[in-house]
Nanobody, 117 residues
Framework: QVELVESGGGAVRAGESLRLSCAASGVIVGIHFMAWHRQAPGKERELVASISSGGATNYGDSVKGRFTISGDTAKSTVSLQMNSLKVEDTAVYYC???????????WGKGTPVTVSS
């Protein structure tokens, strides 16, 4: 059973940066796209950014221009560079990978990000 493991979360002040990383415990075949989601306290989980196997990226409106997603399908890794962090970015961030292979979805257990003013 392949698992996703996130790292890089932590506590920072508004305006600072963090880089989240996610790595699979094994090889995931047929990756279609990778993404980061987040869930703030009392809110639903939302898509932050995604990247396709072809390199096309998509960002949530609230993070455009501040966050950058990158990924390596061969290594089954995905990262999220977060700049100019805001208090409202506080959430648990989850790594996600979707594979064409039987339509399998993989979720990480989440890494917390706390931004203080």
């Amino acid at each position: 059973q392949v698992e996703l493991v996130e790292s890089g979360g932590g506590a920072v002040r508004a305006g600072e940066s963090l880089r989240l990383s996610c790595a699979a415990s094994g090889v995931i075949v047929g990756i279609h796209f990778m993404a980061w989601h987040r869930q703030a306290p009392g809110k639903e989980r939302e898509l932050v950014a995604s990247i396709s196997s072809g390199g096309a990226t998509n960002y949530g409106d609230s993070v455009k221009g501040r966050f950058t997603i990158s990924g390596d399908t061969a290594k089954s890794t995905v990262s999220l560079q977060m700049n100019s962090l805001k208090v409202e970015d506080t959430a648990v961030y989850y790594c996600y990978i979707y594979s064409w292979n039987h339509g399998r979805e993989y979720w990480g257990k989440g890494t917390p990000v706390t931004v203080s003013s």
